[in-house]
């Protein structure tokens, strides 16, 4: 095995949705958070738009390159919904079916895809942002559920999420705006000498009025490890 790097980013941005709503500011959140991930110097994947077929070739090209790499960030801006408590990913080509297993199976990707890969690798530092339920799809009222499900975040990993558990995040209704938490995300993430669990809690501290009318507060799960130090400059071990 080769050298370790230092940071590999996946960026996913779903905007141009087939039958839900669209969400036009998506497409500009993952442009932007793409481009200051390479200022950061993350080797970074970046996909927009994705049917379920390349979202799943997307997270493989990910996992498969992903041991040569000491930092893994996974950031997702589209729509999201939780089903019996799991949190998935809702693609573009997303189509309604009214069996639920079926519907899973053939429109949805499980975040777990993710996770599953980051909690096996404690030795990284693993960092999952989820920019979702910008709009809850028309779907969900079959399910009876809203935003995203709680989830624990394991050893050497940070989970953040752009709004409470069960309720939905604030998007920009122009194409050329980034989503409220996106927005912040971009302000704040280049903070130096920063461990990455602080700079997620000085994102929320900074939020203010900007998101007090939406549902509570924005609220991150994080995880407190040895790998978890944010630091900007791409010369110190396990920062962005």
């Not at 639920?100 to 693993?126: G, P």
């Not at 995040?169 to 000498?193: F, M, Q, V, W």
């Amino acid at each position: 095995m080769g050298k370790v790097k230092k940071g590999l980013a996946l960026v996913l941005a779903n905007a141009q949705y087939q039958t839900q709503q669209i969400l036009p500011s998506c497409n500009k959140d993952g442009v932007d958070m793409k481009a200051k991930l390479e200022q950061l110097d993350f080797d970074v994947l970046y996909y927009t738009d994705t049917t379920r077929a390349t979202t799943l070739e997307a997270i493989a090209t990910f996992i498969n390159l992903a041991d040569l790499y000491s930092v893994l960030l996974v950031y997702y801006a589209g729509h999201g919904v939780q089903i019996d408590g799991k949190n998935y990913i809702v693609p573009v080509d997303c189509i309604y079916k009214p069996i639920k297993d079926v519907f899973i199976a053939s429109s949805l990707v499980d975040v777990s895809t993710i996770t599953n890969y980051m909690s096996m690798h404690e030795e990284k530092t693993n960092i999952l942002i989820m920019d979702a339920c910008r709009n809850s799809p028309s779907f969900l009222r079959s399910f009876g559920s809203t935003g995203l499900a709680e989830m624990t975040a394991g050893n050497g990993m940070i989970i953040a999420f752009a709004t409470s558990p069960n309720t939905s995040a604030l998007g920009s209704e122009s194409p050329d705006g980034n989503g409220c938490y996106t927005k912040r995300l971009l302000e704040h993430i280049d903070h130096p000498n920063m461990k990455v669990e602080d700079m997620f809690k000085l994102l929320l501290h900074h939020s203010g009025p900007l998101f007090r009318h939406s549902a509570k507060r924005r609220r991150q799960r994080t995880h407190r490890s040895a790998h978890s130090h944010f630091d900007a400059h791409p010369t110190h071990s396990h920062s962005l």
